[in-house]
């Protein structure tokens, strides 16, 4: 199958994304200002990079493990079917832990990630999103803390891919399908 072909535009600079994650921070160090270690959970794949420029940025003591859940495979929708395909390498009971998502679509994903590790009794579990698409929603959940809400637009970049590719560009970027030239 040929691939449509697309341009992606520029929807959030590097600059801007970089000055968020230092205000997040801001408010993820107040709420867990307390803690001995925290858990910083990312899901794979599209969180990888916000992961690593957020926990640089936090001064608190913490731990990093990753989980890994699909629920797009390679296409431009949610399938709404969440499978764990990496599951944590450690227990979190009564630990702090922050779940960290490169984007809330229509929820389902974080939404089944936040009750598998609720049932796992840590001792606060809080969530952050780079990206919110709240007009997409089909399950009533919001993280507790929001990089950015955009529009209802496919979207590509730091960390977040089409079909495995652009994840390494540097902002986010809003992908424009095109006709293909005769």
């Known amino acids: 199958m040929a691939e449509r072909p697309y341009v992606i535009d520029e929807l959030i600079s590097a600059k801007a994304i970089a000055a968020r994650i230092e205000d997040l921070c801001r408010k993820i160090r107040r709420e867990f200002s307390d ?108 993280a507790d803390w929001i990089g950015f809400e955009i529009p209802d637009e496919f979207v590509v970049g730091y960390g977040i891919d089409f079909a495995q590719r652009n994840r390494n560009l540097p902002y986010i970027g809003k992908v424009r399908f095109t006709e293909r030239a005769s």
């Open 35 to 142: 803690t001995d270690k925290l858990v910083v959970v990312g899901l794979l794949r599209g969180s990888f990079v916000f992961i690593a420029d957020l926990v640089r940025e936090l001064d608190l003591p913490i731990e990093v493990d990753f989980l890994e859940a699909s629920s797009y495979g390679d296409s431009t929708e949610s399938s709404r079917e969440v499978r764990i395909l990496k599951d944590l390498r450690g227990a979190i009971e009564g630990r702090d832990v922050l779940v960290v998502e490169d984007i809330v679509d229509t929820g389902h994903t974080l939404n089944h990630v936040i009750g598998l590790l609720t049932s796992r009794k840590p001792a606060r579990l809080k969530s952050i999103a780079l990206l919110d698409k709240p007009s997409r929603r089909e399950v009533d959940f919001r």
